[in-house]
């Protein structure tokens, strides 16, 4: 048996992104959905998808925003100005051989998100990752506070190689076409399926969205939030799944 996992990034990022998530969570696709605990549009994003059952996991957030914790018990991971540092930031130092984060300060904040989550949902997460940043202690962090709960986490692999998650060999899939990607991303649900391994898992990760003025402000990730919410929502592209020799799962039904 071959598995497709379909993931959707970001809730709580912006009321846009809220409702292109929610468009694909009803479309019947998305099933699991990573939340961002610390931005001030998550209760908005969770309101959206009350009522649909949904996967939700931790989508731990050190790079838009402002921290759960006071900024000046964390100053490595904040501006002056209270905001976490930028993406940008963690990309020159990694170019750099550098990495910023101080392990205790990055733990204290996993935490801060990870009660945050529960106080929101009512629920464990259901997977335990983290956000579009390189950072050894980063990944580090979240390492011990998944054991330190006994959290599911699951961590990003190198395209190609697979993640054990729980017991199952999850491979992350990379579109190998970018262009042909962007100009439409079934084309890359179709590869993944196409190449999906035997007796394993293949994960898809999604950030769909609809552009607004904060997203425009804060991400360099735009419309490709809105082709790929638009190809999550078209019933041809959920049909067309259906007709192949692939079960779609969440973290959940990974044992």
Same mark, same amino acid.
């Given at each position: 048996m071959k598995y497709l996992l379909i993931r959707a990034d970001d809730l709580g990022y912006s009321e846009g992104v809220n409702c292109g998530i929610a468009a694909t969570v009803a479309a019947g696709?998305? %099933?699991?959905?990573?939340?961002? #605990?610390?931005? /001030?549009?998550v209760v908005h994003g969770l309101g959206l998808l009350h009522g649909?059952?949904?996967?939700?996991?931790?989508? #731990?957030?050190?790079?838009?925003? %402002? /921290?759960? #914790?006071? /900024?000046? %018990?964390?100053p490595s991971l904040c501006t002056p100005e209270g905001e976490f540092k930028p993406s940008r930031a963690y990309r020159e130092a990694a170019k750099a051989g550098q990495d910023f984060v101080v392990l205790e300060e990055i733990i204290e904040e996993i935490e801060a998100q990870y009660r945050q989550f529960k106080a929101l949902t009512g629920w464990e997460p259901g997977y335990f990752e983290g956000h579009a940043v390189a950072s050894a202690n980063f990944f580090k962090g979240l390492e011990i506070v998944a054991q330190r709960h006994g959290l599911p986490y699951f961590a990003m692999g190198r395209p190609g190689e697979a993640v054990t998650f729980r017991h199952t060999q999850v491979y992350a899939y990379m579109p190998r076409d970018f262009k042909a990607y962007e100009a439409d991303p079934f084309t890359g649900v179709q590869d993944a399926v196409a190449h999906a391994h035997e007796g394993a898992c293949d994960l898809m990760v999604f950030h769909p969205g609809y552009i607004d003025a904060y997203l425009l402000d804060h991400s360099t990730m735009t419309t490709p939030r809105v082709r790929e919410a638009a190809m999550l929502c078209r019933p041809e592209v959920r049909a067309w799944l259906e007709q192949q020799d692939i079960q779609l799962v969440t973290y959940n039904d990974l044992t």
């Open positions: 696709l998305v %099933r699991s959905v990573g939340v961002m #605990t610390n931005m /001030p549009a649909h059952s949904l996967c939700l996991g931790q989508h #731990t957030n050190i790079c838009v925003g %402002r /921290p759960l #914790t006071d /900024p000046s %018990r964390i």
